[in-house]
């Protein structure tokens, strides 16, 4: 009734352009389950409240679809609220998004909790805390450590691990290709 497993893969692309320092667009796709569920939310982020302090906020407005094997097509609607606080050499941010599909009209929340912190000028490490509800219905907690690699300005590479802590119950490595434009 879940995941079916092994997954063996879950390729995203994830693409977000600052169009000012006011509004930032962006594409949030992802399939899962060997490829039987493909979704994709476009997306405009503002960021509210005072831009120069320690904490920052935003909030987003998403549509997309969802397509799983054998369904119709569901159009979503997404909500995102998002807070990051910055330090010396790192950072702490909540993320939450709050997704509607209009064929089973069920709201699905999702908060990542993310600690980072720059180790020099091209090492960074951060801890990851993944929480929401599945398309199935189930909740889960996943916890995501990775480094990442500074390879110049425009590129990087991170490394990392997924552990299911509730939910699927599944493991996996974590390979995320940045580029800077």
Not at 21 to 50: C, E, M, N, W
Not at 144 to 149: D, E, G, Q, S
């Amino acid at each position: 009734e879940g995941a079916q497993l092994p997954v063996h893969y879950d390729p995203t692309l994830y693409l977000e352009y600052g169009l000012s320092s006011r509004v930032t667009i962006g594409l949030d796709y992802h399939t899962a389950d060997k490829g039987r569920i493909d979704a994709g939310v476009i997306f405009a982020r503002f960021p509210f409240g005072q831009t120069d302090g320690a904490d920052h906020f935003a909030t987003s407005f998403g549509f997309g679809a969802r397509k799983e094997d054998g369904t119709p097509r569901e159009t979503l609607a997404q909500l995102g609220l998002y807070w990051g606080r910055g330090f010396e050499a790192g950072w702490f941010s909540i993320d939450y998004t709050a997704t509607y599909g209009d064929i089973d009209q069920m709201t699905r929340s999702k908060a990542d909790f993310t600690w980072g912190q720059n180790l020099d000028d091209r090492w960074t490490a951060f801890l990851q805390m993944q929480t929401g509800e599945g398309v199935g219905g189930d909740f889960y907690a996943k916890i995501n450590p990775a480094i990442v690699f500074r390879i110049n300005a425009q590129h990087r590479v991170s490394l990392g691990a997924v552990k299911a802590l509730t939910g699927d119950g599944g493991s996996a490595l974590k390979l995320n290709i940045w580029s800077a434009f």
